[in-house]
Nanobody, 124 residues
Framework: QVQLVESGGGLVQAGGSLRLSCAAS????????MGWFRQAPGKEREFVAA????????AYAESVKGRFTISKDNAKNTVYLQMNSLKPEDTAVYYC?????????????????WGRGAQVTVSS
C-alpha cells in the first residue's frame, strides 16, 4: 500500500522559512516523479515543484522559483520542500504526490497517490 505522509507545516512570519517533508512508502520511488502541490482557500490546486527521482531533475512554478527547493533522500525515501522568503500568498495546504509518468509533471492529473496535506500559514 502506497503511503505519503507530509510533515513540517506551521505558522511563520513573512520572510521566514519552513521545510516540508514527505515520507513515502509502498513503491519503488526511484521509478517515479514526486511532486508538491498547494491549494489555498477558494482557489484551485496548483503545481509547486517536482523531482524526477531517478535523475534528480527538478521543476518549479514561476511563483516559487528561487525561493523554494525540492530535494530527496534516497535512503529515507523522503522528499523535502525547503521554502525560504515566504510570502502571505504562499499560505495554503501543501500536498505531496507521486506519479508513474515523467510526462506533464506540472499537471496533477497523472499523479496517482497523494498525501493528506500540511497547512502552511504565512503572516504579514
Amino acid at each position: 500500500q502506497v503511503q505519503l505522509v507530509e510533515s513540517g507545516g506551521g505558522l511563520v512570519q513573512a520572510g521566514g522559512s519552513l521545510r516540508l517533508s514527505c515520507a513515502a512508502s509502498g513503491r519503488t520511488f526511484s521509478r517515479y516523479v514526486m511532486g508538491w502541490f498547494r491549494q489555498a482557500p477558494g482557489k484551485e490546486r496548483e503545481f509547486v515543484a517536482a523531482i524526477i527521482w531517478s535523475f534528480g531533475v527538478t521543476a518549479y512554478a514561476e511563483s516559487v522559483k528561487g525561493r523554494f527547493t525540492i530535494s530527496k533522500d534516497n535512503a529515507k525515501n523522503t522528499v523535502y520542500l525547503q521554502m525560504n522568503s515566504l510570502k502571505p500568498e504562499d499560505t495554503a495546504v501543501y500536498y505531496c504526490a507521486s506519479s508513474p509518468s515523467n510526462s506533464a509533471i506540472r499537471s496533477d492529473r497523472l499523479y496517482d497517490y497523494w498525501g493528506r496535506g500540511a497547512q502552511v500559514t504565512v503572516s504579514s
